[in-house]
């Protein structure tokens, strides 16, 4: 096993340690004030001092997303589901929901709290309406995309519609579900985020918010790392189910075509 | 027993209306293995459907045993040029596909998986794929897929298979290897079989008839009895008589071809 972690599998802990050099060399050499830029040094003492809050506020955002996300999964599939079975809701229901995503969801936050008021909620909803737009569109396409030789093969077996749908068009879609589930898991922190640093009383956007107003830049830069840390992980996590569940899109490239 | 009795299909196309096929009349008797070849674009295709009912004829009737076909029908079996195996199944699932969806078997499946699966198992043997049974259908060749292709559209022994160009995307060698596995599997079960072939030796070495079908609008302009006898071997090909046949069919098809 040892052998296997070649220079390639090792790359990314490479470049994140350059990227960390480079940025801790350069806030030294051209002696850039702290307040404007915080050296990596300085950012990993703050996280260490106020490791509990930072903690307390990354749990808050981690769930906040995820139970946004997970909503987004099940209503995205659906409507995704729905939007790939026929063509007249497809062209019916696309530019609606184009409109809905170009939004800026940061104009939706103020709504949700006046709504919800401060809170957990706002920031799952805006988690929730960031991460479905990529969900739907790419379950839809996986489901529109079915090949149409196939479809008659099937048809002239006498399936019916829900027959395709289920031994072909949704095994099919696997890929493009997985595909959109990590792009919408990094979405979904950008949504709660949004939200806790427009209003919230927990969660790492409200504790860079009050750091910020306290000039501890270190400590807002301190937030958005866990936040990255945060992201990298739920990607891995979809990355790993991805690899397991749809091995078969990941076929190797001595195999044969067709 | 299959009959068109002139039929003729229009469809809307880009520019305007397109006749794909002009009060074209066939007959096939049952178990018989019927080839129809023609230029291409000729409405081939379109003829494939309208037998299993995917589509209907804009006049004219199509109907198989006396009834006329105004649905799907449910019992044909279809393999087409691409194998259009189903990635994430392996080759013994995807055999077992049509099992799932076609009655009585659908009813009986999760009961009698075993059964079926034996089923599944013996007809990849004849075809010399029992071994790559657990195999997924991207890690075999161009004619493996096509050999189980064939095998998914025989599994619920169907009484109709509808073969639209089969063989064409593969090497000359493995394309008469496949000849002689569908003329095994045909002569053991006994099925309907309307092949559509650009292939004049392909049609020539496995068909009972061949029908010529003329460029777009396609109709039929001749009907050809293969006068070889069964068991057929590929030998027959080399045959003065053999050679004669497809020639002929040839200057048919170079003259149709003129004339449109």
Redesign the interface.
């Known amino acids: 096993m040892m052998k296997k972690l070649s220079v390639e599998n090792l790359a990314p802990v490479y470049f994140t340690v350059a990227l960390f050099v480079i940025w801790e060399a350069a806030c030294r050499l051209f002696k850039i004030d702290t307040f404007i830029l915080p050296a990596p040094t300085e950012i990993f003492a703050a996280m260490v001092k106020y490791w509990w809050p930072l903690l307390k506020n990354s749990f808050v955002t981690l769930w906040t997303t995820m139970a946004g996300f997970a909503i987004a999964v099940v209503f995205g599939i659906a409507l995704g589901v729905v939007v790939g079975w026929s063509r007249t809701i497809y062209r019916g229901l696309y530019p609606v929901m184009i409109g809905f995503n170009s939004v800026p969801k940061v104009a939706v936050v103020p709504i949700l709290i006046m709504w919800f008021g401060i809170g957990e909620v706002p920031a799952i909803l805006t988690a929730f309406l960031i991460s479905f737009f990529p969900i739907v569109v790419n379950v839809a396409t996986g489901l529109a995309t079915t ?1 149409p ?2 479809e ?8 019916s519609k829900l ?1 395709i749908m289920r ?2 068009g949704i ?2 879609t ?1 890929p493009y579900l997985f595909g959109a589930l990590k792009v919408g898991i990094t979405l979904a922190f950008v949504g709660a985020v949004v939200s806790e640093t427009i209003g919230a009383n927990a969660g790492v956007g409200h504790l860079m918010v009050q750091a910020g107003s306290n000039f501890q830049m270190p400590l807002v830069f301190a937030g958005l790392i866990s936040l990255a840390i945060q992201g990298i992980l739920m990607y891995a996590i979809f990355a790993v189910f991805e690899r397991r569940m ?1 091995a ?2 990941f ?1 190797s490239s001595q ?4 | 027993m299959i009959v068109l009795d002139n039929v003729t299909l229009t469809y809307p196309g880009r520019t305007g209306p397109v006749t794909a096929l002009a009060g074209t009349t066939l007959h096939v008797r049952k178990g018989e293995f019927a080839a129809v070849v023609g230029p291409s674009g000729c409405g081939k295709s379109t003829l494939m ?1 309208l037998v ?3 589509i209907r004829p804009t006049s004219g009737t199509v109907s198989i045993d006396g009834a006329e076909v105004k649905g ?9 040029q ?3 195996l ?3 199944r392996t080759v013994l699932q995807n055999v077992m ?2 099992l ?4 009585p078997y659908r009813r009986r499946f999760s009961r009698d998986k075993a059964e079926f699966q034996d089923k599944a198992m013996a007809l990849l043997n004849v075809v010399g794929l029992g071994a790559f049974a657990d195999r ?7 004619g493996m ?1 096509q050999r189980a292709s064939l095998c ?2 025989l599994i ?1 022994q169907p009484a109709l298979l ?1 073969l639209d160009e089969p063989f064409a995307a593969l090497d000359a060698f493995t394309r008469e290897e496949l000849w002689c596995v569908l003329r095994d599997l045909w002569q053991e079960f006994g099925f309907t079989v309307i092949l559509v072939t650009h292939d004049l030796r392909e049609a020539a070495f496995l068909a009972d008839t061949i029908h010529v079908m003329s460029a777009r609008p396609g109709r039929i302009v001749e009907t050809r009895q293969v006068p070889f006898p069964r068991p057929r071997d590929l030998d027959v090909c080399y045959r003065a008589e053999f050679t004669g046949l497809v020639h002929e069919l040839r200057n048919k098809i170079a003259e149709v071809r003129q004339a449109a």
Do not use: Y
Not at chain 2, 136 to 142: A, D, K, Q
């Open positions: 090949e030789e196939l008659d093969v099937l048809r002239a077996l006498g399936a027959d031994k072909v095994p099919r696997g749809v078969w899109a076929r195999s044969a075509g067709g | 459907k299993t009912g995917l799907p029908v449910k019992v044909a079996g279809m393999a087409f691409h194998a259009n189903l990635p994430w596909l049509p799932e969806i076609v009655e997924f259908p991207w890690e075999m060749s161009g897929q998914r559209s619920h509808m």
